[in-house]
C-alpha cells in the first residue's frame, strides 16, 4: 500500500457497517487480556451523523477510522482504530495528526482522549506525539495536548 493507494475522507452514513468491522478487527488483540474492555464499535452510525468522523480507504476496504467530539472548549479523539493487517505503515500517526489538524483549523486549544491502562503501547504513543497523561482513574488513562496558537 503506497499512500497513493489510501484515501481519508469524512465518513459517511454508508461506512457505519465497515467502520464498525475495522474497529472490532484493531481491538480484537485487546478482548482476550482485558476483560472490561467497552463495546468499542457500538454506535458507529450514531457517532458518523453526530460527531467528525473519519476513515481511511484503500480500495473499497474501510482500513482505519478517527472519531473527534466536539467537547466545551477542546476537541475529544473519542476512538481510533486501524485494521491489523493496515497496522506498522503510519496509518494511526496520519489520523492523529490529521485530528491535530481539525482541532486547530477549528479553533480548540486543547485536545483529549482515554485510554486504557492495559494498552500501555498506546499511552507511549500519544506521550511520543506530544500527548501529556492528566489522571488514572480505575482503568482509564486520560491524556490531552495542548495545541498552541500558530
Not at 476512538?79 to 489538524?101: C, F, Q, T, W, Y
Amino acid at each position: 500500500m503506497t499512500p497513493r493507494d489510501l484515501v481519508i475522507r469524512p465518513a459517511q452514513a454508508a461506512d457505519a457497517t465497515a467502520l464498525a468491522a475495522c474497529i472490532d478487527a484493531a481491538y480484537a488483540q485487546y478482548s482476550d487480556r482485558i476483560s472490561d474492555l467497552p463495546p468499542v464499535s457500538e454506535g458507529c452510525a450514531e457517532d458518523i451523523a453526530v460527531n467528525q468522523v473519519w476513515v481511511a480507504v484503500h480500495g473499497d476496504d474501510v482500513v482505519a477510522g478517527l472519531v473527534l467530539v466536539a467537547g466545551d472548549g477542546f476537541l475529544k479523539l473519542a476512538n481510533l482504530a486501524v485494521r491489523p493487517d493496515h497496522a506498522g505503515k503510519g496509518l494511526g500517526r496520519r489520523l492523529i495528526e490529521l485530528s491535530v489538524s481539525e482541532a486547530k483549523r477549528q479553533g480548540y486549544g486543547e485536545m483529549r482522549l482515554n485510554t486504557h491502562v492495559d494498552m500501555p503501547d498506546n499511552v507511549r504513543l500519544y506521550q511520543h506525539l506530544g500527548w501529556v497523561e492528566v489522571s488514572r482513574s480505575n482503568n482509564t488513562v486520560s491524556m490531552k495536548k495542548s495545541l498552541p496558537d500558530n
